[in-house]
């Protein structure tokens, strides 16, 4: 299996939610950085939110007070809670693993798509 795969992807209407969730296997989950970012198409990649190791959290102002990040060690899974979804949110998501001290030790998932629609 792949070392970050993304899952929950789908689509809703504007204002709904949903739910990411981001599953690592092979890597020991403790030593990384997690990430959630999009790619909305003709766009480039973004940053939607970052949790370390230690839980320090960011967010892109554009997700601030709707999106909620964290992660659960007991599963080694990182979950993206998308609510008040807008149009603009519409984009392939995408995990992000990066060692906490080897910065060059980075996985990226395949992504999986969110759609929003009026």
């Known amino acids: 299996q792949a070392p970050v795969v993304e899952a929950g992807g789908g689509s809703v209407q504007t204002g709904g939610s949903l739910s990411l969730s981001c599953t690592t296997s092979g890597i020991i989950f403790s030593n990384y950085d997690m990430g959630w970012y999009r790619q909305a198409p003709g766009k480039q990649r973004e940053l939607v939110a970052t949790?370390?190791?230690?839980?320090?959290?960011t967010y892109a102002d554009s997700v601030k007070d709707r999106f909620t990040v964290h992660r659960d060690s007991g599963k080694d899974t990182v979950i993206l809670q998308m609510k008040s979804l807008k149009a603009e949110d519409t984009a392939v998501y995408y995990c992000?693993?990066?060692?906490?001290?080897?910065?060059?030790?980075?996985?990226w998932g395949l992504g999986t798509q969110v759609t929003v629609s009026s």
């Open positions: 992000n693993a990066v060692h906490h001290t080897i910065r060059t030790a980075t996985y």
């Open positions: 949790i370390t190791r230690g839980g320090e959290i």
